[in-house]
């Protein structure tokens, strides 16, 4: 494969990087030609910039430059380290589905050990079988959007039948084992009524650096059904992951999201959560550690489109060095959606006087009789409670910690399940200490 950068200095990358990952990307016929489609979307687009309001913050033509070429299929070598990659993860107890640098990964997944109910899929399978639908997408025009349909080489189509409840977390694992890459992976998670979900992702290095990470996922879920979905992103520190995540909300639903987020030098989550049934809930929260120079931004828009539904957001960001933490959060309450009750909250704490965060939360409502709110703060420690656990013997740095950690706890503790909980608490204990 020709190794072609999509040049960003001019926000018009060339067409060869497609022409050249053509050969890797799974379809051909009414395939081929929506892939085509949404590269020249992409291509008249640019990479985001500046001036567009919804990327005011995460310049990517500036941060990004470039679209890495394709990752090459994982060979043995690759599959061994992402198997050790794993492993050091310590999520157990989980159905894995493993992606190496874009790819599945039967031999590192539990295909043949799924639960009763469940059945996954290869999204390239799919796509080489013409299933076009896959490439199409509800989310607002977005030119990274439009990449991820050109150049998507695999994922996972997982549907859950109704009244399946899952005793064990569906895992869905990202490892990068190509340096100076992209993997551009695009999955669909179909839950059906009345089920019980516990859906965990991460994002891990295998010893590579510089790497790309392109995701898209789209997740539905019935009436009366329930979900828990963690993200883990722990990728190399200079590497850069830009994910987008699509929820529809059933009737009656209960979604419980949370993010932690400490690697990669340039990050973007954009989050696009809709309530399409009444009287179901939302609990969306995530947390942010970052140091040295690294760029994370966070963007959800919660659109409430039927009455009497629930969502509250909370998000903290500690930001140390020159880091900089963006938080964009929107909630829309269309015309109908009475009785609505939504608020979201984002707090920094700044550790540095170079570190930046910028909060940006937006309501918009056209219905009458709602609850909505928002509040966004950004300081430093607290010097008092600070003294007081120095004036108790406590050293600086584990006087720091203690109030930091007792800064995200609030967050972390939104994840029901206790293993995980615990693991994200590991690993934000594990920031805090190699902060020193």
Known sequence: MMNIAATAAAGTPPADVFAAARDRLPGEGPVATARKAAFEDFTSRGLPHRR????????????????????PVPGDAALALAAKAQA????ENATRLTLVDGVLAPKLSDLAL???????????????AGAVDLLKTTFAADAMISFNGAMATDGVLVEVDDGVI????????????????????????????????TLVESFVAAGATAYQVHDQVDISVGDDSELQHIRLMEDARDAANITTAAFTLGARVKLNTFGLNQGAAVSRYQGFISFLG?????????????????????TLVVNHAVPNCTSREIFRAVL??????????????????????????TRALLLSDEAEADNKPELEI???????????????????????LRARGLPENEAQSLLI??????AIESIVDDGLRELAITTAERWLAARG
């Open 52 to 71: 567009i309001e919804e990327w005011k913050y995460t310049d990517l033509r500036a941060l990004l430059r470039a679209v890495a070429p394709l990752a």
């Open 88 to 91: 050091a993860i310590g999520i």
């Open 114 to 128: 799924l639960p009763k109910g469940v059945r996954v899929r290869s999204l390239r399978e799919s796509l080489a």
């Open 166 to 197: 899952l005793e064990r977390p569906l895992y869905i694992a990202h490892v990068a084992t190509a340096s100076s890459a992209s993997s551009v992976t695009r999955s669909k998670i179909a839950i059906g009524k009345k089920a019980c979900v």
């Open 278 to 298: 009444e009287d179901s809930e939302l609990s969306t929260n995530g947390v942010n550690l970052l140091g040295g120079r690294r760029h994370a931004d966070t």
């Open 320 to 345: 140390d060095d020159q880091s900089r933490s963006v938080f964009q959060g929107r909630i829309i309450v269309q015309q109908d959606a009475q009785k609505t009750d939504g608020k979201m909250m």
């Open 366 to 388: 056209f219905a009458d009789d709602v609850a909505c709110g928002h509040g966004a703060t950004a300081g430093a420690l607290d010097e008092e409670l600070l003294f007081y």
């Open 405 to 410: 950690s007792a800064f995200v706890g609030e």
